[in-house]
Antibody, heavy 120, light 110 residues
């Protein structure tokens, strides 16, 4: 059974970098049939896809067009996890952030969610 | 990308059937059969109910079914039960190799 465990700070100051990690059990971040996503949810923006990383003979990333200049998603094969970095955060980046495992174009497994508040 | 369009709310009585629509464009819903549906109860992570328009993950009741016509996808729940009361979201892959969500539909079981 695949499980995703999120970790990271719950409070980030404006203009700083939001960093979250998602540890994977029951699958491999290097799987050639899964993709590893970050999704967030806020009352004002609803569910919003942020981006993903996946391995198909080589590593690839795809990002939301609106966040492309601020976001990085990286796999860590040594720890079987992947991470999210969002730079230059503002209060509107306050949300519950989820990591999710994508297979066959569906997010089958989700992390527990991390509330990240951007405030000074 | 613009969000997919869902009704804000739907309701039905136990045992009835309801359908939730999800309208996109030829750049997302109409472009691929990569539409999925998620159920979310308060304070919980979303749960996959339908993927690739019509497929149900193992363990999801066959009371849930999906379809698509043109730029509009639909989720039908038959034999409504009290436990079905939740928020439902659709999602679609886009021609930009990104994903877009609908705004969500609150289902009330009367």
């Amino acid at each position: 059974q695949v499980q995703l465990q999120q970790s990271g700070p719950g409070l980030v100051k404006p203009s700083q970098t939001l960093s979250l990690t998602c540890a994977i059990s029951g699958d491999s971040v290097s799987s050639d049939s899964a993709a590893w996503n970050w999704i967030r949810q806020s009352p004002s923006r609803g569910l919003e896809w942020l981006g993903r990383t996946y391995y198909r003979s080589k590593w690839s990333n795809e990002y939301s067009l609106s966040l492309r200049s601020r976001i990085t998603i990286n796999p860590d094969t040594s720890k079987n996890q992947f991470s999210l970095q969002l730079n230059s955060v503002a209060p509107e980046d306050t949300a519950v952030y989820y990591c999710a495992r994508e297979v066959s174009s569906g997010w089958f497994n989700w992390g527990q969610g991390s509330l990240v508040t951007v405030s000074s | 990308q613009s969000a997919l369009t869902q009704p804000a709310s739907v309701s039905g009585s136990p045992g009835q059937s309801i359908t939730i629509s999800c309208t996109g464009t030829s750049s997302d819903v109409g472009a691929y059969n990569f539409v999925s549906w998620y159920q979310q109860h308060p304070g919980k992570a979303p749960k996959l109910m339908i993927y690739e328009v019509t497929n149900r993950p193992s363990g999801v009741s066959n009371r849930f079914s999906g379809s698509k016509s043109g730029n509009t996808a639909s989720l039908t729940i038959s034999g409504l039960q009290a436990e079905d009361e939740a928020d439902y979201y659709c999602s679609s892959f886009t021609i930009s190799s990104t994903w877009v969500f609908g705004g969500g539909t609150k289902l009330t079981v009367l």
